[in-house]
């Protein structure tokens, strides 16, 4: 910028604080100064304009906060420390610097450190240009006539590997020969043994040939002691005692009536047992047992008797619905077993099943009678059987063959027929301490209507059923009635809930089946139902099947 006159001096701005120079632009830490324009002298003849250095500002002051005293006694230096804290470096004297780093040990400093008064530079090897350790020759790093690259001791990027071991004296020192062998003339008279030695072997000789020999005399002694030619053993009394009533007891009076029965259709066969209910060679079985061989496929049955003998056997009847069977021996004067009464057992009261289970005749199991009137529905294991049971359950230990046999009581008397076992498996399976046995009372009236009739006629009240519960009561529930039946005519419909049958409560439809074969056909019995909600009470005269 520059001003117009008339040749007055110039007049400085305001502001501006040194005469001949234009106004400031800028405020602020740094600003520029322009030079005006010199003035024209009169009569217009131009002037060289003198050049000068511009004035510089100084800088402004710097700002430092004062320090803290509690950091400066952590990070400052201490008292007339003036250097750095890095070790002094070359044998220096440091120059008021700490050494951090220990002076390692005295034996680690006579092993490695320089000799003394050897001042050698192990950065730079002797070489003719000065003495051992002066200045002047080059760094073993920069010599041309070997450069580090040639040396792999100086090359860092040199592969590590293993050389060959370092020679010594021991592979020029020849293998040393095998030493002569003493004879036992040099050992005995070569005096190359010294005589001691040869008296302590042989007294430890001596030694131990005595030390055997007494071992083995005792041995033998001993041995010889064991045994004793021509000993008897006293003989003894019998001291065990089979009072009457005994399993042994009740054991040895029915085994004779128990047989084994052995079926075989063709190449294929199976057992179980039986029991002679009759002077004239009867025998009560399950129908299940002897149902292979009813097709008349030229099949077998044979009974065996206790004694072994073996006896052929004839079908008289079977009962599919009770799953019991009456068979025929041709035997004289067989023993038969004493028939009991099932109505009179207890829970707990003892109880023998006898029979032949897998094939294993004459065989006893004991138990005790675990509960009564359990209906069991049966499966017919590829027989025609279709049977629900009143069973007689027990703890006696019951497996496959001893299906038919006797379950008898304390007295020697037949309670039931064993049929039936509970088992954890599928199918066949062994005893897990639940039997389950047909009521002697049951069985002894199907069985007399075999004998007679070669059939049996159960009777029927003509109604399909299942089992229902409303939490409180249980029941059988009426699904259908078949037209004409007895339940049709006494007034049962479908949905009734049956809760009695006569004098026997119905807790589902398998004991329904059971209460209704108890009775005989043609007999008037009464039944509670329940019908919406209301119970009522109606007769039925039982048909026949």
Do not use: C
Request: glycine content about 14%; overall charge negative; proline content about 10%.
């Amino acid at each position: 910028m520059t001003d117009e006159h008339d040749g007055a001096d110039p007049e400085p701005d305001s502001g501006s604080g040194t005469p001949g120079t234009s106004a400031v632009e800028g405020s602020g830490r740094h600003q520029r100064v322009e030079p005006a324009a010199p003035a024209a002298p009169p009569g217009g003849e131009s002037v060289p304009p003198v050049r000068s250095d511009p004035p510089r500002l100084a800088p402004r002051p710097l700002e430092r906060p004062s320090v803290d005293p509690g950091e400066a006694d952590v990070f400052g230096r201490p008292s007339g420390v003036d250097g750095g804290f890095a070790p002094p470096r070359n044998g220096s004297s440091g120059n008021g610097r700490i050494a951090t780093a220990v002076p390692p040990p005295a034996a680690l400093a006579a092993a490695f450190s320089r000799s003394p008064g050897e001042g050698t530079d192990l950065q730079r090897p002797p070489t003719p240009a000065g003495p051992a350790g002066e200045p002047g020759g080059p760094a073993f790093w920069d010599d041309p006539d070997a450069p580090a690259t040639a040396d792999p001791w100086r090359n860092p990027a040199s592969p590590v590997h293993l050389g060959e071991p370092a020679p010594g004296d021991e592979e020029n020192r020849p293998t040393p020969a095998p030493g002569a062998r003493l004879s036992v003339r040099e050992l005995l008279f070569g005096r190359r043994v010294h005589p001691r030695a040869l008296i302590l072997l042989a007294v430890i000789a001596l030694a131990v040939g005595a030390v055997g020999g007494i071992v083995g005399r005792f041995t033998a002694d001993g041995a010889e002691g064991l045994t004793e030619p021509g000993a008897t053993l006293t003989s003894t009394s019998e001291s065990k005692e089979r009072p009457p009533g005994s399993v042994a007891d009740i054991a040895a009076r029915v085994l004779p009536a128990v047989v084994s029965i052995e079926i075989k259709v063709g190449d294929q066969g199976g057992t179980g047992s039986g029991v002679v209910i009759d002077a004239a060679g009867y025998v009560l079985t399950n129908n299940h047992v002897v149902s292979p061989a009813a097709a008349g496929n030229g099949a077998t049955i044979e009974a065996v008797f206790s004694n072994g003998q073996r006896v052929p056997a004839r079908i008289v009847g079977r009962d599919p619905k009770t799953d019991l069977a009456v068979i025929k021996v041709g035997v004289a004067n067989p023993t038969v077993a004493q028939i009991g009464s099932s109505s009179s057992l207890a829970v707990g009261d003892g109880v023998l099943a006898i029979g032949s289970p897998l094939g294993l005749a004459g065989t006893v199991t004991d138990g005790i009678v675990s509960a009564l009137n359990r209906p069991v529905r049966l499966d017919g294991g590829g027989s025609d059987t279709n049977a629900v049971i009143d069973a007689i359950q027990t703890d006696a230990a019951i497996n496959p063959g001893n299906s038919g046999g006797p379950l008898v009581d304390s007295t020697g008397a037949v309670v039931g027929i064993n049929t039936a076992i509970r088992s954890l498996g599928q199918g066949e399976g062994g005893s897990i301490g639940l039997g389950f046995a047909i009521p002697i009372d049951d069985a002894r009236r199907i069985a007399e209507a075999l004998i007679r009739d070669g059939s049996v006629k159960h009777a029927d009240l003509g109604v399909n059923a299942k089992s229902v519960t409303d939490g409180t009561t249980d029941g059988a529930q009426v699904q259908n009635v078949v037209a004409g039946g007895a339940a049709a005519a006494a007034g049962i419909v479908e949905g009734d809930v049956i809760l009695t049958v006569g004098e026997r409560a119905i807790a589902g439809a398998d004991e329904l089946v059971v209460a209704v074969r108890e009775l005989a056909p043609g007999q008037s019995v009464p039944i509670e139902i329940v019908r919406d909600g209301r119970p009522l009470t109606v007769t039925a005269v039982l048909a026949s099947d």
